[in-house]
């Protein structure tokens, strides 16, 4: 549907409950070998103007610059690993991939917990630079060191449904494979005890992000398997937890259409039926066949009192969603507003008088609690 850049969760959301903010300069494995030690007191000082730079931008030009005047340093995966932090929070992508490569080439004894490290940042990394297949490789590659590695569930969880391979058994397997990291994603969430220095409310602000970002997932998995009963039910609970992410409402408003027209298409053949179930009663003249029209007719007349009664309540729900998606604009507006506007027009006798104030009334709606 669109970038999964855009649309995936980052694999640093929730930084309360992920824990991976500060980098790891001396990991307890790493603690418990020997120590690195300076070879001159010019490496020493440099090394030590490095560590206590506080400026990401000047921390990574200091670690390029220790490394290139002192190759040999016993400090060099330490750097690495600053160097990595650096550029991934300036940004820069490329050299936190180009980065993490040299790391793995020249340290793949280094720990699981520095290596968690360095490729949590480069699955981040790769994401960003909207390379699907090194992020899951990436994400596979932490999962082999970790299992319960949360970044990785919630990146694999999130950007598998969205690019399906054309083969149909490659795409049930991939949908499988994130249903069930969304699920593991969920559990961990859900396992997760409040850290002592976050409040109340920051606590129960990242949660729901990430707990609406799980089933936000699931949701896709659903909708890519076209059960759109099921893929209402998770938006409906991803969007209660966080009101502002178009995305969702917008998929939400789509899994609603999609029932709309499976309800109308079942009325219709329902119509289609009772005709010719009045028609058979008509024309039997044995009682228990009479009986037997009468009673199939009825079950007929119930069904179709029940999808009279569905059709225009997913249609409505449907409406609602689109109108708050294209609210809170985003990448889906476009897309959001062109549904909105055939559904709208639909129910409005082909006019779309009053659908800007149906929007706003939908956005006023997301502000109250």
């Keep these: 549907m669109s970038s999964f850049k855009k649309w995936a969760t980052s694999a640093i959301a929730g930084c309360f409950l992920l824990g991976v903010g500060a980098a790891p300069l001396l990991s307890q494995a790493a603690a418990e070998q020997k120590q690195p030690q300076a070879k001159t007191k010019a490496e020493y000082d440099a090394y030590m103007a490095l560590y206590q730079e506080s400026v990401p931008a000047k921390k990574a030009e200091l670690a390029v610059k220790f490394l290139a005047d002192h190759p040999e340093t016993e400090f060099k995966m330490f750097v690495y690993q600053m160097q990595i932090d650096s550029y991934a929070r300036i940004g820069n992508f490329d050299k936190v991939v180009e980065t993490g490569e040299k790391f793995a080439t020249d340290f793949p004894q280094a720990d699981a ?57 490659k795409k049930v397997a991939q949908l499988d494979k994130a249903l069930d990291y969304a699920n593991r994603a969920k559990a961990e969430i859900e396992a997760y005890q409040k850290p002592t220095q976050v409040t109340d409310e920051q606590w129960n602000l990242e949660r729901n992000k990430l707990l609406a970002t799980v089933n936000s997932s699931i949701g896709l998995v659903h909708l890519n398997r076209k059960d759109y009963e099921k893929a209402t039910k998770q938006y409906e609970i991803s969007t209660n937890l966080t ?25 219709n053949d329902l119509v289609a039926a009772m005709n010719q179930a009045q028609t058979e009663l008509q024309n039997a003249q044995d009682a228990a066949v009479r009986d037997e029209k009468e009673k199939k007719l009825l079950e007929l007349k119930a069904k179709s009192q029940d999808s009279e009664r569905l059709f225009p309540e997913m249609r409505d729900k449907a409406i609602d969603s689109l109108a708050k998606s294209v609210y809170l604009k985003g990448v889906t507006e476009t897309q959001a507003r062109t549904e909105l506007e055939r559904l709208y027009k639909s129910k409005n006798n082909n006019t779309l008088d009053g659908i800007d104030t149906l929007i706003a009334q939908a956005g006023e709606s997301l502000k109250r609690p």
């Design 113 to 169: 917990g520095t290596k968690k490290f360095v490729m949590q940042r480069m699955m981040t990394s790769y994401q960003q630079k909207n390379d699907f297949a090194k992020t899951v490789e990436y994400g596979d590659k932490l999962l082999t060191i970790d299992p319960k590695d949360l970044p990785s569930l919630l990146t694999l969880s999130s950007i598998l449904p969205e690019r399906l391979p054309s083969e149909e058994d």
């Design 243 to 267: 009101k502002s992410n178009p995305i969702d409402f917008y998929r939400l408003g789509i899994a609603y259409t999609f029932l709309a027209r499976n309800m109308a298409k079942e009325l």
